[in-house]
């Protein structure tokens, strides 16, 4: 099972970026999947969620309003669409397939992990 999460890069504040996050070895289809970020020396923090149908998201208060996350069942892929982003957006971004069908905040709650892309915002 692998979660390969891409899109990353460099972009300058006030721009976007979207973070695609693959599934292979079997389907996510069932699952709510996560992206999670951390900045070296930091803990890891929650991001975005959605649950398995995708009628229900979740947002960090930091990201509410510029992020949105989405999925497609049918390519067992995940998206996290990020606008109007800011220099205290820059760290590496890891996407997470859930243990339960319904999002969740809590890193503990995610079985699979990503190995992380670079987002880098500078001003």
């Known amino acids: 099972v692998q979660l390969q999460a891409s899109g990353g890069g460099l972009v300058q504040a006030g721009g976007s970026l979207r973070l695609s996050c693959a599934a292979s070895?079997?389907?996510?289809?069932?699952?709510?999947m996560g992206w999670f970020r951390q900045v070296p020396g930091k803990e890891r923090e929650f991001v975005a969620a959605?649950?398995?149908?995708?009628?229900?998201?979740f947002y960090a208060d930091s990201v509410r309003g510029r992020f949105t996350i989405s999925r497609d069942n049918a390519k067992n892929t995940v998206y996290l669409q990020m606008n109007s982003l800011k220099d205290e957006d820059t760290a590496v971004y890891y996407c997470?397939?859930?243990?339960?069908?319904?999002?969740?905040?809590?890193?503990?709650?995610?079985?699979?992990w990503g190995q992380g892309t670079l987002v880098t915002v500078s001003s």
């Open positions: 997470a397939a859930g243990r339960s069908p319904y999002g969740s905040r809590l890193g503990e709650s995610y079985d699979y």
């Open positions: 070895g079997r389907t996510f289809s069932n699952n709510a």
């Open positions: 959605i649950s398995w149908s995708g009628g229900s998201t």
